[in-house]
């Protein structure tokens, strides 16, 4: 069974600190790229960061450059997001997510065809 | 950056209507790099629809994308009582990802 499993959320005081872990098996994990995908309380979803297969080419939205980091380690299957200098508005379920470099007439398209269930991030004093 | 906006915010019907859901692009989308998601409470988003207009694996065919340049839809054909949800669409090209802001599909 194709699956993706978060860990590492939970409450964290402004300015610290929290790294998240998304497991990944049933596929060949270590061909595909990655990415992570925000949800605040009752909004809409946010793209955040995505990896490479090989972890060569990353890519941060605007809001998070800086902040955040994005890697993998495809010996245990598994991508991270290091989140650092956290604020109260980071606070979300933060889904990992695969791309699905999907081919159409041979254009490759990525959207996010697995999701993992989310780990909860709450920034708050 | 493409911005993508969705309407109707919310979308009031009943079981076995026909659901159409409008996403609308700042800019043209090229070669349909447009996707669909369904997400319900608590649970995570779906992959419906990509390039479009292609189902993804699993997704019953009363489900369709359609559309192109900067206007896109999604079409339930006749509501089922667990197509009651949250629908996103989604732009992707050159490794950069936006999500319009949704529409809630409720029961009337």
């Known amino acids: 069974e194709v699956q993706l499993v978060e860990s590492g959320g939970g409450l964290v005081k402004p300015g610290g600190s929290l790294r998240l872990s998304c497991a990944a098996s049933g596929f060949p994990f270590s061909t595909y790229s990655m990415t992570w995908v925000r949800q605040a309380p009752a909004k809409g979803l946010e793209w955040v960061s995505s990896i490479s297969s090989s972890g060569k080419y990353i890519y941060y939205a605007d809001a998070m450059k800086g902040r955040f980091t994005i890697s993998r380690d495809n010996a245990k299957n598994s991508v991270y997001l290091q989140l650092n200098s956290l604020r109260a508005e980071d606070t979300a379920v933060y889904y990992c997510?695969?791309?699905?470099?999907?081919?159409?007439?041979?254009?490759?398209?990525?959207?996010?065809?697995?999701w993992g269930q989310g780990t909860m991030v709450t920034v708050s004093s | 950056e493409i911005v993508l906006t969705q309407s109707p915010g919310t979308l009031s019907l009943s079981p076995g209507e026909r659901a159409t859901l409008s996403c609308r692009a700042s800019?043209?989308?090229?070669?349909?790099?447009l996707a669909w998601y369904q997400q319900k409470p608590g649970q995570a988003p779906r992959l419906l629809i990509y390039?479009?207009?292609s189902r993804a694996t699993g997704i019953p065919d009363r489900f369709s994308g359609s559309g192109s340049g900067t206007d896109f839809t999604l079409t339930i054909s006749r509501l089922e009582p667990e197509d009651f949800a949250v629908y996103y669409c989604q732009h992707y090209e050159d490794s950069w990802w936006t999500f319009g802001q949704g529409t809630k599909v409720d029961i009337k």
């Open positions: 800019q043209s989308v090229s070669n349909s790099f």
């Open positions: 390039g479009a207009s």
């Open positions: 997510a695969r791309l699905g470099r999907i081919s159409i007439f041979g254009l490759i398209h990525d959207p996010f065809d697995i």
